[in-house]
């Protein structure tokens, strides 16, 4: 033991014992470099993000494979991420673009292509507007957007939960009509469950590309129309507009026959089923009109919500909810008919009086048959265009055409 012990703390006192002031001794240093410590650390500079750390085409690459919804919220979780999200806003959007269409392009020659797989058909539908060219700006993809991305993620799933409505509706009404399946149908629950899953995801299947292209005939016709003054645009010159949707038809995607009767055939087979589940309350004359201006004013979200209406009635009925005379079918229908009277009076006010009411020939089918003469497509067929439900039950892909059911 040393004789003597520096008396460093003034708590020290004379009668302690050198233990005692040996381990005050120890604390108090080890106060003291504590304190040098968290001065020192408060001084230093704050470590830089490990986001910011990252090298750029990393941070785009982990980002492209993340879903949409993730990628917006990692940039709120904090500024660095933001402002970092902002600045590759372009980058970011081509390389998930680029992604999928690999994906895209391997999985249709595996041959396992579901309805979910994600937006990279539906972007080569609808490619990004055009570069807005600036000295600020490089060239390549400037017309790439997160903002482009969500567009593009919304029509995907109008139209993903499109197909599914309809191919819901005309299987159960398949077997509840056709003669084969109807007695079937009845004999086993558990068949029935099974057959009728097999047969919606078989059916979703072929409309989802056709009710795609069909979205993007109602955008492109609608751009066409826009510059050409109020009674073109709403039909009254029905020459005129028929001639502009044919020209859309002589081009991509369309200039494909497959692709133009596949489409005719889903256009066809959509507005059957919606003119049935309007009735009775809406007359089999006044659907064409009211499916017209649906077509002409929302393209598809309002037919989307047309059959979710329907569909929250029948679960309304599987709770075992009382049965009244309001239903969201009902409703719907309701809006439709001040839609109609809006239209109609549109023009009256401008002192149209010779309005031509609308009909479902001025949206598609009038220009379709005429682009059908002209190539002569007539009597035409596409391959696959059965759907097999039940023991050689089948649901036939036809057009209106092959019905021959529309007035000139």
Partial sequence: MPKDIPNDSPNDSPNDSPNVRTMTHFLNRVRTVLRRGKRGSMSAMPRASG????????????????????????????????????????????????LRKQHHQSHCI?????????????????????PEYSTAMAHDNAGYSL?????????????????????????EHHL???????????????????????????????????????????????????????????YKNMACSIERQQSILRNAPFDDTLVFLSTHHCMQLLFSTVQRLMGPEIPRSSAESWLSILLTTSTMERIVDFFVSIAKDDQRKEKG?????????????????????????????????????????????????????????????????????????????ECGYCYDCYDE
Avoid at 194 to 201: C, G, P, Q, R, T
């Fill in 176 to 234: 509840e009509t056709d003669l084969i399946a109807r007695p079937l149908w009845s004999s086993s629950k558990t068949e029935k469950e099974v057959i009728y899953s097999k047969a919606v995801a078989s059916l979703q299947a072929k409309l989802l590309h056709p009710i795609a292209y069909a979205v993007f005939f109602l955008e492109s016709a609608a751009s066409s129309g826009s510059d050409c003054g109020h009674s073109a645009h709403h």
């Fill in 51 to 98: 986001w910011k750390q990252l090298p750029c085409d990393v941070f785009v690459t982990i980002l492209a494979f993340c879903d949409l919804k993730d990628i917006g919220a990692l940039s709120l979780s904090c500024r660095a991420l933001h402002d970092r999200v902002s600045k590759l806003d372009l980058a970011i959007a081509w390389a998930y673009v680029q």
């Fill in 321 to 397: 909810e009382h049965e009244s005379t309001w239903s969201h079918r009902k409703e719907f229908l309701w809006a439709m008919r001040k839609d109609l009277n809006e239209y109609m009076a549109s023009f009256n006010d401008q002192g149209e009086h010779t309005l031509l009411e609308p009909k479902l020939n001025h949206v598609w089918f009038q220009a379709a048959r005429n682009e059908m003469d002209r190539r002569g497509a007539i009597p035409h067929t596409v391959k696959y265009s059965e759907v097999h439900v039940l023991h050689g039950s089948v649901v036939k892909l």
């Fill in 110 to 130: 595996d041959g396992d292509m579901s309805p979910g797989d994600d937006i990279a058909f539906v972007s080569e539908l609808f490619p990004p507007p055009p």
């Fill in 147 to 171: 903002g482009y991305l969500g567009d593009l993620k919304r029509c995907w799933n109008t139209c993903i939960r499109l197909s599914y409505h309809l191919a819901d509706h005309v299987v």
